[in-house]
C-alpha cells in the first residue's frame, strides 16, 4: 500500500522558516514525480511544487518562487519542501502527493497534510 | 497561467438524483484534465483522469467527459457518500492550476 506521511509544520514567524518532509513507503521512489500542494483554512487547492523522479528538474508556483526549495532524498524515500521568508498568506495545509506515472502529474494519493501557520 | 473555472460554487441535490459538474479553462488543455474529491477533513483523492478515465477504486457512476476548454464531472445517481467538494485540475501547462470548487451539498 502506498503511503505517504508528511511531518514538520508548525507555528512560525513571519519571515521564519521551515523544513517540511514526507515519507514515502510502498513504491519506488525515484521511480516517480513527487508534488507539494496546499491549502489555505477554509479555501482551495493550491499546487505548489514539483520535482521528478531523479531530482534533476523541479517547479515551482509563482507564489512560492525564490523562497521553497523543493528537493528528494532517493535513499531514504523523502520528499522535502524548504520554506524560507514566510508570509502570514504561506498558512496552509501542506500536501505531499504521487504522480501517478513518472511525470504524469495527476496527484494520487496523497498524505493527511501538515500544517503550517504563519503568524506573530 | 491557465485559469480554471467551475460552476455552479454550490449544487444542492438529493440522493439518487443526476449531478452534473462543470470546469472551463481559459486556453486550451487538451484533455489534460483530472477531477478530485475532498471531504471535510480529508486530504482530496483522485477520481478522474486524462478528462474521462475513472481512478482505481472509483465507482461506474462518476465519469468525466470534455476536451480543449470544456469539462464535465457526472454522477449518474447521488450515494450519501457522494455529497463533498470537487476540484478540477489541469497538467497542460506548468503552473498546475486547480479551479476553485463545486461544493455539492445534500438538498
Known amino acids: 500500500e502506498v503511503q505517504l506521511v508528511e511531518s514538520g509544520g508548525g507555528l512560525v514567524q513571519p519571515g521564519g522558516s521551515l523544513r517540511l518532509s514526507c515519507a514515502a513507503s510502498g513504491f519506488t521512489f525515484r521511480d516517480y514525480a513527487m508534488s507539494w500542494v496546499r491549502q489555505a483554512p477554509g479555501k482551495g487547492l493550491e499546487w505548489v511544487s514539483s520535482?521528478?523522479?531523479?531530482?534533476?528538474?523541479?517547479y515551482y508556483a509563482d507564489s512560492v518562487k525564490g523562497r521553497f526549495t523543493v528537493s528528494r532524498d532517493n535513499s531514504k524515500n523523502t520528499l522535502y519542501l524548504q520554506l524560507n521568508s514566510l508570509r502570514a498568506e504561506d498558512t496552509a495545509i501542506y500536501y505531499c502527493?504521487?504522480?501517478?506515472?513518472?511525470?504524469?502529474?495527476?496527484?494520487?494519493?496523497w498524505g493527511q497534510g501538515t500544517l503550517v501557520t504563519v503568524s506573530s | 497561467e491557465i485559469v480554471l473555472t467551475q460552476s455552479p460554487a454550490t449544487l444542492s441535490l438529493s440522493p439518487g438524483e443526476r449531478a452534473t459538474l462543470s470546469c472551463w479553462a481559459s486556453?486550451?488543455?487538451?484533455?489534460?484534465l483530472a477531477w478530485y474529491q475532498q471531504k471535510p477533513g480529508q486530504a482530496p483523492r483522485l477520481f478522474i483522469y486524462d478528462a474521462s478515465n475513472r481512478a482505481t477504486g472509483i465507482p461506474a457512476r462518476f465519469s468525466g467527459s470534455g476536451s480543449g476548454t470544456d469539462f464535465t464531472l457526472t454522477i449518474s445517481s447521488l450515494e450519501p457518500e457522494d455529497f463533498a467538494i470537487y476540484y478540477c485540475q489541469q497538467r497542460y501547462s506548468w503552473p498546475i492550476t486547480f479551479g476553485q470548487g463545486t461544493r455539492l451539498e445534500i438538498k
Open positions: 502527493a504521487k504522480a501517478i506515472r513518472e511525470t504524469t502529474y495527476w496527484f494520487d494519493p
Open positions: 520535482i521528478v523522479g531523479s531530482g534533476d528538474s523541479t
Open positions: 486556453q486550451s488543455v487538451k484533455n489534460y
